[in-house]
């Protein structure tokens, strides 16, 4: 079974910095998805960022990007010029892909991002 | 919005009682995942279905239930409520494809007093 951890509880930033937050796990497997979940105060879980395995190239999407590096199992976001907004709970969270039964994600105990004024 | 729809939003009911939370899905996924993520914890995967099928079985209690019906709609069971079951439970969906990201609703909160 893949485990993921986030060994950052709480983490906190001034704005307009850039913060790093950590994440790894444990699988056998070669091929696989990783993900960055922002879970704001409204309790809404919504997607940040994902990684193929597979791709060498670090992920990027505007002010978020990854580290990933595979042999360490490390995939570790950073989310550049901090705003106010970014204020939420981050998941990290492992994807083994299956063919026509849909994926199912394992979720690291999550890192509190406080984004400080 | 992510398309995926659950409700009711917030439901409050009593030890011992039964409660059904409903989702649907974004329009075209037919896989749909139920999580459960207890007060500032990470998220529990609990089930998931895939057209109609159950395809995955997570750390579901006995007294929980599930089913996706023909329409894709799902409903997730609950009976003989304890406190503990006190909850936020999400709904996810993806169309079941091999790199599929999940979209995830906005949860029921469930308090059982």
């Known amino acids: 079974a893949q485990t993921v951890t986030q060994s950052q509880p709480e983490m906190s930033v001034q704005e307009a910095e850039t913060v790093t937050l950590s994440c790894t796990y444990d699988?056998?497997?070669?091929?696989?998805?990783l993900f960055w979940y922002k879970q704001p105060p409204s309790r809404q879980m919504i997607l940040v960022i994902r990684?193929?395995?597979?791709?060498?190239q670090n992920a990027t999407e505007n002010r978020f990007s990854v580290n990933f590096q595979k042999a360490a199992k490390s995939f570790s976001l950073k989310i550049s010029d901090s705003q106010l907004g970014d204020t939420a709970m981050y998941f990290c969270?492992?994807?083994?892909?299956?063919?026509?039964?849909?994926?199912?994600?394992?979720f690291g105990g999550g890192t509190r991002l406080m984004v400080k004024p | 919005d992510s398309g995926v729809t659950q409700t009711p939003k917030h439901l409050i009911t009593a030890t011992g009682q039964r409660v059904t939370l409903r989702c649907s899905p974004r329009?075209?996924?037919?896989?749909v995942y139920w999580y459960q993520q207890s007060l500032d914890q990470g998220l529990q995967f609990l089930i998931q279905?895939?057209?109609?099928?159950?395809?995955a079985k997570g750390n579901i209690l006995e007294r929980f239930s599930a089913q996706q019906f023909p329409d894709l709609h799902s409903e997730l069971n609950l009976s003989s409520l304890e406190l503990g079951d006190s909850a936020l439970y999400f709904c996810?969906?993806?169309?079941?494809?091999?790199?599929?990201?999940?979209?995830f609703g906005n949860g029921t909160r469930l308090t059982v007093t």
């Open positions: 969270a492992f994807m083994k892909p299956h063919n026509n039964a849909g994926n199912m994600l394992t």
């Open positions: 699988t056998s497997e070669n091929n696989y998805y």
């Open positions: 990684q193929e395995a597979y791709k060498q």
């Open positions: 329009s075209g996924d037919l896989s």
């Open positions: 279905y895939y057209n109609g099928e159950e395809r």
């Open positions: 996810a969906s993806n169309t079941g494809g091999l790199n599929s990201p999940l979209h």
